[in-house]
Nanobody, 114 residues
Framework: QVQLVESGGGLVQPGGSLRLSCAAS????????MNWYRQAPGNQRELVAA???????NNGDSVKGRFTISRANAKNTVNLQMNSLKPEDTAVYYC????????WGQGTQVTVSS
């Protein structure tokens, strides 16, 4: 069965950086589009960054120029490098795999606060 396990969340000061990782198993990773979503309390889940099976990327407007998504097919992982973090980036971040249907990880908390 498909499993997605996120790691790398935590508490960081405004202006700091974090790197999230998502390890995938139970799937042929190269076939899947991979995405990072986030959800803050009281808000809808929103797309943060996406990477296609071919490696093309797209970021949400609120994180453009600050976040970078990448994938390592040989390691079945997708990463999210987050720089210049702001308090409004505080949320639970979810890894998503998409191919005909969606699979989700359990989420990792990112808190940006001084």
């Amino acid at each position: 069965q498909v499993q997605l396990v996120e790691s790398g969340g935590g508490l960081v000061q405004p202006g700091g950086s974090l790197r999230l990782s998502c390890a995938a198993s139970g799937m042929y990773f190269r076939d899947y589009a991979m995405n990072w979503y986030r959800q803050a309390p009281g808000n809808q889940r929103e797309l943060v960054a996406a990477i296609t099976r071919g490696g093309s990327t797209n970021n949400g407007d609120s994180v453009k120029g600050r976040f970078t998504i990448s994938r390592a097919n040989a390691k079945n992982t997708v990463n999210l490098q987050m720089n210049s973090l702001k308090p409004e980036d505080t949320a639970v971040y979810y890894c998503n795999a998409r191919l005909l249907r969606d699979f989700w990880g359990q989420g990792t908390q990112v808190t940006v606060s001084s």
